[in-house]
């Protein structure tokens, strides 16, 4: 491991993915409340999952247009189609997957149902790869080419991309799973990785690659208010927009979330537009009560902290993400060493 090493991010690419849509928010192209079928009209026939599955399954009408805001804070009824539920069922059997064209992967889910109404629950999801697409559909630049122009070079994030260009593949990172047997397995070796070549589907949701230094100086940006070194990405007033909790009635994710799995325990948690962050440091049994955050699915994560002036970014290469609470303990360790 050295300084300069890249890692695999995976889903910390959507606060990067949601900073590039709020940026065109800033520009006027869209408000939080309108629906995206204006930029996605295959949606208009959307329609959600109400009983059954196969040919008997029972689908109602949406209450209300899947909006921006329901996509930025995965609440929009979409999933990851991981579980047996029979809408995620259509997602494997329609072969919703990363391997296609970001436009063949919406068109796709045009023809799954919603897994509930738009706006009443939250469940982690696809939801920001379709922020990605709305990237594209709004400012007919690739989503690639957007978030270079936009955020990494501008930033100086010159190591985060879609994938690892030849000449530093000796700074990735090997990837590795923990076995039931305590002992690790290598599942991504760095030469034959996917992340060796330039995708086909650049997932807004977990397709970016980058450094410890580089995720650091976007948090950074964030907990400055959107500027850094001279260099505006976002106004202070949009930050703080996206880092309020945007659930309904300003409840966490033990009223609304359903799935089982996401980068973060629920709570005291609450989601605002491309993060999670604590509404209630009690419930969470943290110290820390002013964070907003996300992490990875490698065991990577990041937390920003406005009150105290703190940003954290800690990188390691294991799967699953899960295996160890290394947010709860990096917590307890860098809060309670804080005296002042």
Known sequence: MAADTIF??????KPITSVALMSLYEQGHFQLN???????????????????????????????PVTFRHVL????????????????????????RRGESLKEFIGKLAH?????????????????????????????????????????????????????APDKLGRFAANYRREPDKSLALIDDPQTSVFARPPVFLSGGGGLTGTTADYVRFCEMLRRGGELDGVRILGPRTVDLMQRNHLPGNKDL??????????????????????????????????????????????????????????????TQLMPSGTFNFRGQLKSIIYSSMID
Not at 8 to 13: A, G, L, V
Not at 44 to 60: H, I, K, L, N, Y
Not at 79 to 87: R, S
Not at 261 to 281: C, K
Request: charged share 20%.
């Open 254 to 315: 033990t009223k609304l979330g359903i799935g089982g799995f996401s980068e973060t325990a629920n709570e005291g948690i609450g989601f605002g537009l491309g993060f999670a962050m604590t509404v209630d440091a009690d419930k969470t049994g943290s110290i820390s009560h002013s964070d907003y955050y996300w992490g990875g699915a490698a065991s990577t994560i990041f937390w920003i902290d406005p009150a105290e002036e703190l940003s954290v970014v800690f990188m």
């Open 8 to 13: 695999r991010i995976y889903s910390m690419t």
């Open 73 to 96: 804070s995965h609440s929009a009824g979409l999933t990851y189609g991981a579980t047996d539920h029979p809408v995620d069922k259509v997602y494997r059997e329609l072969g919703v």
């Open 112 to 164: 799954v149902p919603l897994r509930y109404q738009p706006g009443e629950r939250w469940m982690y999801s696809f939801a920001t790869d379709v922020c990605g697409y709305l990237v594209e559909a709004i400012s007919g630049k690739p989503l690639d080419r957007f978030l270079e122009e936009t955020i990494l070079e501008p930033l100086g994030m010159n190591d985060t991309r879609f994938s690892v």
């Open 34 to 64: 309108d629906a995206i079928t204006r930029y996605i009209p295959e949606w208009r026939d959307q329609r959600v999952w109400v009983s059954g599955e196969g040919d008997t399954m029972e689908t109602a009408a949406l209450a209300q």
